[in-house]
């Protein structure tokens, strides 16, 4: 399973049936999936899902066709110079984009952060923020 | 093959004593054996760098004039323990700031206070004849106080847990955020560079050894509280001088929903006297062992599911019931060997020495459990009988039963007396205010329920948390066994 984050825009869900339209039309890709996370933010609806790897791509493309922002990049930065390398945020992140190099050095690989957020509030220095 | 301690004292002071760190030692002795590393090496240095809840710092400020004697203090608004004599004072790392909470606590003022930053002093008294002052409100640097002791009562253990947790809500513990069904698990320790697993038998470790504390020099003055050796989980009673120390080994750090703690660089350097020190100092990650322990139930003997060595959970996952478990540490294994490596820098500069304790740790104390002279009382001791209707049941019965029985709360279940749901009287006015007359519309179907042998204490932070004044009684196939309510926990 691969996880991706979508943002669903204020304005294309106006109620439940406009949501369950969104579901439904993952759900026809005939496949099971996960939502891990819920939340609304500044941008809309934040959805963490969960899918199965060789179906991202064909989902990616109809979600992008239904107005839907399929996140890619991260949307933490990590500040190094507070970070002690403890590594409290590696098991919370679901892509190994926060992950120890040989030296045992905490490492953010930015392009494989998916934005999910679950690491914000596992640094025990507040090394982590959102963007 | 034997040595003493005065002839590594000489090589070191000669300049030619071999010393290894406990992760070099592993290999060496893999490659060369026992008897020629007892002969070879002098000196194996550990370390260890991670969380130490049971830290703290005396600190004497000299007397202001007029003179006060302390009653409450705080530094940089964290209270500071004042029982000793007037300007004598004990900051611990776990107390919060009263204005910051959970963001900045005693740790932090000792990360800050090393660090060189100035500290503001609050304090007030009520006043004697010989300490006239009543209030104290001015700032110091750790240069202008007379002494900055630190001194942590536990330290090192020997080895810790690693955490799990088999509920179905996150939490957050000392042990980190930990995810819902064995989402992801937390270990500390620094394994085979973890310094009383290096001498687990404590032959070189007691009173007066000298080790690397906080980037400076330290000594260990006893047991730790709660030291529990015959299960492997020894601790250390360590000091040092904390204006010779180094803010990059004393760090304090911020648990959410937890509270805050200091990480403490710690590093004993041990003494290979004969062969069975180079046995023992070349422990691997895969000869350590500890428990997995289940964090999701919340007494103090929690679930074992099963014992791990520190070279699995160092993998980053970890085998559980057949479900691959993301794993991490919450303390540095990079700190560690650099602290490891540090001192064995010290060593062969030949600026640190080694010496006998001259006392030895004890072997075979017992880690007691508080003793409690109240009974801990269970839901089953306080439940009451269940007022129950079933799901498809008019409002109108249920309005009927909540007054016949002068109950608040009716637990709405299936023929089978399955749990379906919970009906208030609130909910009841509600529905009568909107006009609504189907009970289904009004059930609350997300029930927070608590089971017969949970302690009440548990149960009341259940409803506090939920903010709800009652909590159906399961049992373990779910069916309705009883209520408890506000109303017994008075």
């Known amino acids: ?131 | 093959m034997t040595k003493t301690y005065k002839e590594i004292n000489e090589k070191i002071k000669n300049g030619n004593a071999v010393v290894l760190t406990a992760e070099e030692m592993v290999k060496y002795v893999e490659d060369n054996g026992v008897k020629v590393a007892a002969k070879e090496i002098d000196v194996v240095t550990t370390g260890t760098f991670g969380p130490m809840c049971s830290s703290g710092a005396f600190l004497n400020f000299g007397h202001s004039d007029p003179p006060i004697k302390f009653e409450h203090l705080w530094l940089n608004d964290v209270h500071a323990y004042h029982g000793n004599a007037a300007v004598d004072c004990y900051i611990g790392c776990t107390r919060m700031s009263d204005v910051r909470r959970f963001e900045y606590g005693g740790g932090h003022v000792i990360e800050d206070l090393v660090a060189g930053k100035s500290i503001r002093l609050r304090g007030n008294s009520y006043t004697t004849d010989c300490y006239p002052l009543a209030e104290v409100d001015t700032e110091f640097t750790i240069d202008e106080i007379n002494q900055a002791i630190l001194c942590n009562p536990r330290n090192a253990y020997q080895r810790y847990v690693c955490a799990v947790n088999s509920s179905d809500k996150t939490l957050y513990t000392y042990m980190g955020k930990l995810l819902p069904h064995y989402g992801n698990a937390h270990y500390t320790g620094a394994g085979c560079l973890n310094p009383l697993s290096n001498d687990p038998d404590y032959e070189t470790i007691g009173i007066g050894t000298r080790i690397f504390l906080g980037g400076g020099i330290g000594y260990i003055i006893g047991e730790g509280t709660q030291h529990n050796p015959t299960n492997q989980f020894g601790t250390l009673f360590v000091k040092g001088d904390l204006k010779k120390m180094s803010a990059e080994y004393l760090r304090g750090v911020s648990y959410e929903k937890y509270g805050t703690s200091l990480f403490v660089g710690l590093g004993i350097p041990i003494p290979i006297l004969n062969e069975g020190l180079a046995r023992k100092t070349a422990i691997s990650d895969e000869e350590l062992f500890t428990d997995i322990v289940d964090y999701g139930i919340p007494r103090r003997d929690r679930p074992i599911p099963r014992r791990i060595n520190y070279k699995e959970l160092r993998s980053e996952y970890i085998d559980l019931n057949g479900k691959k478990v993301k794993c991490s540490s919450l303390s540095s294994f990079y700190h560690a060997r650099k602290i490891a490596n540090t001192l064995k820098e010290w060593i062969q500069e030949g600026t640190f020495f080694l010496n006998p304790p001259a006392e030895n740790l004890p072997t075979d104390t017992i880690f007691k459990p508080m003793k409690q002279t109240l009974k801990l009382k269970f839901v089953k001791d306080l439940k009451k009988k269940a007022e129950i209707c079933y799901e498809d049941c008019d409002i109108k019965v249920v309005a009927k039963k909540i007054i016949s029985e002068n109950v608040n709360h009716i637990v709405i279940t299936d023929r089978e007396n399955n749990l379906k749901g919970i009906v208030t009287s609130f909910d009841i006015t509600k529905a009568i205010a909107n006009e609504k007359n189907d009970l289904d519309s009004i059930i609350t179907k997300r029930v927070v329920t608590t089971f017969n042998d949970e302690p009440i204490g548990n149960a009341a932070r259940k409803m506090r948390q939920n903010n709800i004044s009652a909590l159906p009684v399961i049992d373990e196939n779910k069916k309705v066994v009883g209520i408890i309510t506000s109303e017994e926990l008075m």
């Open chain 1, 1 to 131: 399973m691969t996880i991706i984050n979508i943002s669903i825009p204020f304005g294309l869900v106006k109620d439940i049936d406009d949501y369950s339209k969104i579901v439904n039309d993952i759900l026809k890709h005939d496949i099971t999936f996960n939502i891990l996370k819920f939340s609304t933010g500044s941008a809309g609806i934040n959805l963490l899902l969960d899918i199965p790897e060789e179906k991202v791509s064909s989902v990616t493309e109809s979600l992008i066709k239904g107005n839907i922002i399929v996140n890619k990049k991260g949307r933490v930065i990590v500040d190094i110079d507070a970070c002690i390398d403890c590594g409290s945020c590696i098991s919370l992140c679901p892509t190994d984009a926060l992950h120890l190099n040989n030296e045992q050095r905490l490492e953010f690989s930015y392009e494989r952060c998916i934005g999910c957020l679950l690491c914000l509030d596992s640094c025990p220095r507040y090394a982590i923020e959102e963007m």
